[in-house]
């Protein structure tokens, strides 16, 4: 059964790093295309980043560039998320998801953990 | 980035009715199009891929068409269960982009 569990969210101050993990089960990470996607409160999900084909092909949204980077533990299974210069905006729930598909391309997301909470307070 | 509109931004409809939500791409983006469901405190679920097909498990009352910039999700026959916020995302390019939403009431 396949299951994604994220972590390493927090309460942090503008300008400080975090490091997000998802750890997967039930498949492999560098088996498929993996997404993070953020959700602000009461705002619709924003996609951040996302990752495949043992990470030849990485995207991520504008308001991201140069600050954070996207990456898989193939030892760990995991998904992770580097987060430099956190601003207030920044604040989301952040989700990890299974990309549809393996190979180059990364498709949308069709499986999803439940989040870890993000909070940029000073 | 492609800037994806949806439309209604909510509606309200009842048990047994006929739903159809639009999304529009500012280019065109083939086929490359999701549809999703999100309820309160729960994660978006995937609906509809490549613009009208349907994922694994999902009811055959959802369906999808559309290609290059106008899309469209709708649902035959509404049930109490569909109540919720739906959402486009196109995957055609980075960034990836979702559109902002049509939250569904159940009347």
């Known amino acids: 059964e396949m299951q994604l569990v994220e972590s390493g969210g927090g309460w942090v101050q503008p300008g400080r790093s975090l490091r997000l993990s998802c750890e997967a089960s039930?498949?492999?990470?560098?088996?498929?295309?993996m997404h993070w996607v953020r959700q602000a409160p009461g705002r619709g999900p924003e996609w951040v980043s996302g990752i495949a084909w043992s990470s030849h092909n990485v995207g991520l949204a504008e308001s991201v560039k140069g600050r954070f980077t996207v990456s898989t533990d193939k030892a760990k299974n995991s998904l992770l998320l580097q987060m430099h210069s956190l601003r207030a905006e920044d604040t989301a729930l952040y989700y990890c998801a299974k990309g549809r598909k393996s190979g180059y391309d990364l498709g949308l997301p069709d499986f999803w953990g439940q989040g870890t909470l993000v909070i940029v307070s000073s | 980035a492609i800037q994806m509109t949806q439309s209604p931004s909510s509606l309200s409809a009842s048990v047994g009715d006929r739903v159809t939500i639009t999304c529009r791409a500012s280019?065109?983006?083939?086929?490359?199009l999701g549809w999703y469901q999100q309820r309160p405190g729960k994660a978006p679920k995937l609906l509809i891929y490549t613009a009208s097909t349907l994922q694994s498990g999902v009811p055959s009352r959802f369906s999808g068409r559309g290609f290059g910039t106008d899309f469209t999700l709708t649902i035959t026959s509404l049930q109490p269960e569909d109540f919720g916020t739906y959402y486009c995302l196109q995957d055609f390019n980075y960034p990836h982009t979702f559109g902002q939403g049509t939250k569904l009431e159940i009347k």
């Open positions: 280019q065109g983006i083939r086929n490359d």
């Open positions: 039930g498949f492999s990470v560098d088996d498929f295309a």
